[in-house]
């Protein structure tokens, strides 16, 4: 079994904004992975919410059918294992990641989309 990156970067996030991460048309199951380092918890003394984040892989089932979510993940806080794995997903059409933060202030995401032969 062999692991390539497809993409890979750093997402500075705008608060309700779903930033689509990486798009491949190549036939193969992938992983998307994103280090939630940045997450923080609720803020007491500025009543802010805590980090939210919502990752998501969308895929086609037939050439010129629709896109559809195919795996969602939503993270809230400070996370004890701060890279996160989606589950893989076979794509035989076309696979998009995208990346969703929806409170407070916008953070960075290290991320990359990974293929495995």
Same mark, same amino acid.
């Given at each position: 079994m062999a692991i390539a990156v497809v993409a890979s970067?750093?997402? %500075?996030?705008?608060?309700?904004?779903?930033?689509?991460?990486?798009?491949?048309? %190549?036939? #193969?199951?992938y992983v998307l992975v994103v280090d939630c380092v940045n997450l923080v918890n609720w803020v007491a003394a500025s009543s802010q919410l805590p980090d939210v984040v919502e990752l998501r +892989?969308?895929?086609? /089932? +037939?050439s010129?059918?629709?896109e559809g979510?195919?795996?969602?993940?939503t993270y809230v806080g400070v996370q004890s %294992?701060?890279?996160?794995?989606? /589950?893989?997903?076979?794509?035989?059409?076309?696979?998009k990641a995208t990346l #969703?933060? /929806?409170s407070r202030v916008g953070v960075d995401f290290p991320?990359? +989309? +990974?293929?495995?032969?």
């Open positions: 970067g750093t997402q %500075t996030a705008v608060i309700g904004t779903e930033h689509e991460l990486a798009t491949s048309t %190549t036939g #193969k199951t +892989l969308y895929t086609k /089932v +037939l010129g059918g629709a979510l195919a795996y969602i993940a %294992t701060k890279i996160k794995y989606s /589950v893989p997903v076979p794509a035989n059409i076309s696979i #969703k933060q /929806v991320w990359a +989309l +990974l293929s495995i032969d």
